[in-house]
């Protein structure tokens, strides 16, 4: 598994990624079973929440070259709450299960701190996502609490989330 | 002290209470002890948060018709998880303790309801503001998680903040 990732490069998205991007975050967008945007968001929207929003968007690649990740990083509050980044992570479908948001999960926690962060915090963690949950937590980030049905699963109606949070400076 | 807010008057505010507005809010976010914003904003900035992106902006009057508070509704999550809304509330420096925070948090919270909202979470209630946690838990809030050092108040450096959540419709 790790030798899978051993090839994978992690580096800035650029203009003429989005195309793969998109192909990436649109059906997991459509699904509505892990991320809050809108089901019907177009890709326009999807661009501005992705990559002009965030301080950074950045694309995981594998050894052929293909696309099969990508995650953005933000401050989660303006001002003198800006110390805390939240970031986002979508794997393309044929690649999960291969260690690439685990991959992208460590990458982003020595951004973060590059970029000055001292702590990292997801707000909205569908609590249905257990995957997602799990691989946060072999990670180091604690569920600090849950947010009940906070969230509305396509399939599953109301479900709650859990916020997230992981100190990366004490 | 119910006496002194009985004969106030909460209705949404009009671009002729901006100034008297701003007059509540600016010393506040200059202080930056218990709102994220920075110290620094600026007016326009202010009126961007306070006024332009949230969904609706109140005003509290009293009887002398002054404004003695404000406070803002506004979804919290975009598409699948607008259900659950934000609110900010401000109270002028010469009318706390008065009851106004009461009023205008029991104000929000029909607002809330009529608007379609089934939730309201507050994402960064600053530990040390000791006096609006007990005012939100007596309104029925409830603390769901500490975010360690999450808020960087201005005398006190890097302090805790709670997720604060009531659901409004089950």
Known sequence: MEGWTRGMIIRLLEDR????????????FRAGETYPYS?????????????????????????SEDIVGTYYIKANQPGI?????????????????KGVASEMCKHSQHEAVDRGFRAMQYNLVVA???????????????????????????????????????????
């Not at 699963?153 to 859990?162: M, R």
């Open 128 to 170: 249905t996502n257990q995957g997602a949950v799990r691989l946060w937590k072999k990670h180091g980030f604690e569920v600090i609490g849950t947010l009940p049905g906070a969230f509305r699963h396509q399939q599953l109606g109301y479900v709650d989330a859990y916020v997230m949070y992981k100190t990366l400076i004490t």
């Open 39 to 63: 089901p019907d968001i177009t890709e326009n929207e999807a661009h501005g929440v992705w990559v002009e929003i965030p301080s950074a968007t950045f694309v995981a690649i594998d050894e």
């Open 81 to 97: 709450g800006a110390h805390v980044c939240n970031c986002g992570y979508i794997v393309s479908e044929d690649a999960r299960g």
């Open 17 to 28: 990624d989005w195309i793969a991007t998109w192909r990436i975050i649109e059906p997991v």
